[in-house]
């Protein structure tokens, strides 16, 4: 029994109804919805409340209007990003754009996370991964000041192999990482820099790396649209990870540049 009544607005109920049903194959891509008459039917709702919730799919990337033939499941099923620790850029593939490297004082949580003292800076590079020159992730990468400084990782270019190579070479490779998932609105940057419709939330993944004696050498905030992105979890049998021992977290996230 619930708790209370959904508060939204009916189109909204109907959109989430079809959106789940996208989401777990009961759609097929490529197939088409059922006319306006019969979701009219379905859902005891108005011609109008059906044009709305048809609109909220399509603005999100989930149907296509075809004229004179109907209203189409998008042909691809959910984008699922590997939890991978570098993508190399590839024509029609992977892609970054790097939009800004800086010192700064970190936020409270990444402060804590990294144990940097008070007052002092890190590092941060903050970038945009893309997939096709479609707008995938946001990302905030930050560094402690004493391995990041003077390194690749200060530098405003990109970096070949990524972040990870440029930890290695440092003397601090990757060993494990840490994620923590969370869903939220986006703020005015991530809409914008996602090219989110309206009223979608994000991912927001805060994922901490450690190296050797468990040290903290990266704290990333990873930001997607969820509307057209999956998290994949993955565990890798321990023989394959000599120098991890722990589970790999939750994936979906990309260090690259």
């Known amino acids: 029994m619930a708790r209370r009544p959904d508060p939204r607005p009916r189109h909204q109920q109907i959109a989430a109804e079809l959106r789940a049903e996208i989401m777990s194959g009961a759609l097929r ?6 006319s306006t008459p019969q979701l009219v039917g379905r859902f005891e709702a108005a011609n109008a409340t059906i044009q709305r919730a048809l609109q909220s799919l399509k603005d999100e990337g989930f149907v296509r209007g075809h004229a004179g033939k109907g209203v189409f499941v998008r042909e691809r099923r959910q984008f699922v990003v590997e939890a991978t620790a570098y993508k190399p850029p590839t024509t029609g593939g992977y892609s970054y754009e790097l939009l800004e490297v800086s010192k700064t004082p970190p936020p409270y949580d990444v402060a804590t996370a990294l144990a940097t003292p008070d007052g002092e800076n890190v590092v941060l590079r903050h970038r945009l991964l893309l997939h096709d020159g479609e707008p995938v992730e946001l990302s905030w990468s930050y560094y402690p000041l004493d391995i990041a400084a003077d390194s690749p990782l200060s530098s405003r270019k990109k970096i070949r192999g990524g972040a990870p190579q440029a930890l290695a070479d440092l003397g601090f490779p990757e060993r494990r990482f840490e994620d923590r998932i969370s869903v939220r609105q986006p703020t005015l940057d991530e809409a914008e820099g996602l090219d989110l419709p309206a009223d979608v939330p994000v991912f927001r993944q805060f994922r901490v790396v450690y190296s050797d ?9 990873l930001i997607k649209g969820g509307h057209l992105y999956e998290l994949s979890y993955r565990d890798q049998p321990a023989e394959g990870r000599p ?7 939750p994936g979906g996230g990309s260090r690259s540049t």
């Open 213 to 221: 004696s468990g040290r903290p050498v990266e704290v990333s905030i």
């Open 243 to 249: 120098d991890a021992p722990d589970r790999q977290g």
């Open 29 to 34: 891509p490529g197939e088409q919805l059922p």
